[in-house]
Every structure is written in C-alpha cells, then in structure tokens.
C-alpha cells in the first residue's frame, strides 16, 4: 500500500497538471467571446453617439431652413409696406415682422446652440473612434496570445495524456476507479496532504486518529468531510 499511495501522489500530480490545461483549454472560448463582446458594446456605443450627432444636425438644418423662409416673409412684408394705404395695415404689418424678426433671433440662438452641441457631439465620436480602433489592435493581440496559449496548452495536454495513460498502468486496478471517480468529482483533485491538522482539500480538521492512520499507510483513508484520498507528506 506504502507503494500504491506514493505511485497514487505522483498520478495526482499528472492529473493535477491535465486539469489545469484543460481548465486554459475550456476558457479560450469564452475569454474570445469577452474581448467580442467588449468590442461590440464599443461600437455600439459609437454607433449611438454618431446617431445622436446626426439628429442634431438634421435639427439644426431644419432651423436654417425656417430662419431662411422666416427671413424671405421679413423681406417680402418690407416691400410690401410701401403699398399699404391705410394705418391700421402698416400697423399689422410692422406687427407681423417685429415677430418674424422675433422668430428668427430665436432661431439663431437655437443654431448656435446647436452648433456648439454638434461640436461636442464631433468631438466624442472621434474620440470613441480612437477608443475603438486601440481596442480592435488590442483584441488582436489578445487573440494571438490565447491562439498560442491554446497551441501550448494542448501539446502539453497531449504529452501528459499520453504520460498518464502508461504512469496508471502502475495503480492497482482496485484503486484507480475509486480515485478516478473522485478525481472527476472533485475538480481535478482526489488526493489531498495534510496541512497542519485539517484535509488540505477542504480544510477541515481531522482527529489524531485519522492522522496516524494516514501516516501508517496501511489502507486509503478518506477525509470523512469532503471524501477525498488523505497523504501525509
Ligand atoms: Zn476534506
């Protein structure tokens, strides 16, 4: 038994080692679908603040517009004035283009106002574009390394496999189900030390009696909290 449990900790390094590839395998996916997923709120994000800035131009050129027909109504009510005959119609008149003019004063400020919205609104756009376009030659980076890290991850996988498939030939056939079947329930981990007085795999502590028959090595000891396969260093 002395024998198994020291083939058993070396086994348990080799798993520990295919789990922790597989674990880099199984998150390329998804750390590629974060870097996607942060680019589209990018540009979905410009993509509004361009919105936002076409709005505000079609609004400001629909004043200019009504400012240009409004100015047109002033000129041609001007003209009008020296044909009127009776004070009342020049009275209303000059009523009618004092609120043109009104109007228009009105508008202007408004373009203005709107000119200076568009600006602001220019200068976010170019400066998510900026923000955007750092971020795309940074995801492709990004996607590099994982790619590499992927490759390497997967070679060493390959090794370990293989390394493994002949190492458990080792184990006698009566003990490796169970530690197998630990070992896929427990994350990667069936055999666990002793750290101090507790299970090394879930901390809790074990009686003096559980220790020493660990240390006798004389059968597989299981941690009574989390089941796993207790060695003492
Ligand atoms: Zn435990």
Do not use: W
């Not at 589209?40 to 079609?58: F, G, I, N, Q, W």
């Not at 004092?98 to 373009?111: F, G, M, P, V």
């Not at 427990?186 to 090394?200: P, Q």
Request: hydrophobic letters at 35%; glycine letters at 4%; a neutral charge.
């Amino acid at each position: 038994m002395k024998e198994q449990m020291k083939m058993l900790v070396e086994l348990q390094k080799l798993d520990a080692e295919i789990f922790d590839r597989k674990k880099i395998l199984e998150e390329v996916p998804v750390r590629i679908k974060e870097l996607e997923n942060g680019l589209e709120a990018k540009s979905t994000h410009l993509k509004s603040l361009e919105e936002d800035l076409k709005k505000l131009k079609v609004s400001q050129k629909q004043r200019e517009m009504d400012l240009e027909t409004k100015e047109q109504g002033i000129k041609k009510h001007q003209g009008q004035l020296h044909q009127i005959k009776t004070n009342k119609e020049y009275a209303a008149l000059e009523k009618e283009i004092a609120s043109l003019k009104a109007d228009n004063s009105l508008l202007e400020e408004e373009i203005i106002n709107l000119l200076d919205q568009s600006d602001e609104m220019q200068k976010a756009v170019s400066g998510e574009k900026k923000v955007l376009e750092d971020e795309n030659k940074k995801s492709v980076e990004e996607k590099k390394k994982i790619e590499a890290e992927k490759n390497k991850s997967e070679a060493e996988l390959n090794n370990l496999n293989a390394k493994r498939l002949e190492f458990a030939k080792n184990i006698d056939q009566g003990i490796l189900p169970k530690y197998e079947r630990i070992l896929h329930n427990k994350a990667g981990h069936a055999v666990v030390s002793i750290a101090g007085n507790a299970c090394g795999g879930c901390n809790m502590s074990l009686p003096p009696q559980v220790i020493n028959e660990v240390k006798l090595r004389a059968s597989l000891i299981f941690c009574e909290n989390c089941a796993r396969i207790l060695h003492a260093e």
